[in-house]
């Protein structure tokens, strides 16, 4: 498993369902890693691209969007965590809102796929985050809160997983909570469970080339979960830096 302590950032690109094998090449020539060796790239393709980005990382840590709950058996269409383990995948996105909204998973599912992937040496880059509803009443706290409790595997901890905070109403809208606000978000997380004090928790929603720079060097934030300006090679060089 990946010593997530020996890295200051972590810069983690969720491509969701775009890319293909030429987009894959042209991304490994056109963007440069930072010369920074502390800061950890994570290209996240889709699953049937994990294989040939995982064999051209370049340097690159790659990463899944999703994993089954299941071990293994009839599950059509379902990814095991054994399949990652198989083509060295360190880490794997889980409870991505996308897949929370759109394909109804819910924490306790969210907390098995998290147990497994640790169980297996995968890093889980747990996503929680709240809507512009719950935040319009006020009660992004509770929401964060119960997400936390139940989606957070026991065996998780500061070494073995990630928490990653990504409001619902700032993924690809171009609105971001300000900076006072997502440190202090992430404050609150950490202070919500002392065994959350040490976790890497990243910041998720709308992130880019003019803003990454502050949003990072917030002393609660430990990196960004980047979606639309990963697929562009320039503004994300320019997101992770040199
Ligand atoms: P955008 O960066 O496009 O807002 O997406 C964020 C996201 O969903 C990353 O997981």
């Known amino acids: 498993m990946i ?4 890295f200051s950032s972590f810069f983690v690109a969720n491509w969701k369902l775009n890319g293909n094998f030429q987009f894959i090449d042209q991304f490994i020539n056109n963007v440069s890693l930072p010369t920074d060796n502390s800061k950890c790239v994570v290209i996240c393709p889709t699953s049937i691209h994990l294989d040939y980005m995982s064999k051209n ?3 690159f840590h790659v990463g899944a969007q999703n994993v089954s709950e299941y071990a293994e058996g009839a599950f059509t269409g379902e990814i095991s965590v054994h399949s990652l383990s198989d083509l060295n995948i360190s880490f794997c996105i889980v409870g991505h809102s996308e897949r929370r909204q759109i ?3 819910k924490d306790k599912g969210i907390n098995l796929k998290s147990k497994r992937l640790i169980e297996n040496n995968v890093i889980p880059i747990i996503c929680i985050g709240e809507t512009l509803e719950h935040k319009e009443k006020g ?3 509770e ?5 936390l409790m139940h989606s957070i595997p026991s065996s998780s901890s500061f070494e073995n997983s990630i928490i990653a905070y990504e409001p619902i109403w700032a993924i690809g809208t171009g609105l971001t909570p ?3 606000e997502i440190d202090e978000t992430h404050c609150f997380i950490r202070e919500y469970n002392e065994k ?3 976790y890497k928790i990243l910041y998720g929603g709308s992130v880019k080339a003019s803003n990454a720079r502050e949003i990072t060097d917030l002393s609660n934030v430990d990196g960004a979960l980047i979606g639309g300006a990963s697929l ?3 503004e994300f060089t320019k997101i992770i830096g040199d």
């Open 143 to 147: 929401i964060l809160e119960e997400q």
């Open 178 to 180: 300000t900076f006072e």
């Open 196 to 198: 959350f004090n040490k």
């Open 57 to 59: 990382k370049n340097g």
């Open 232 to 234: 562009k090679s320039e």
């Open 3 to 6: 010593k997530l302590d020996n």
């Open 139 to 141: 009660i992004t706290k």
């Open 103 to 105: 394909y109804r998973e």
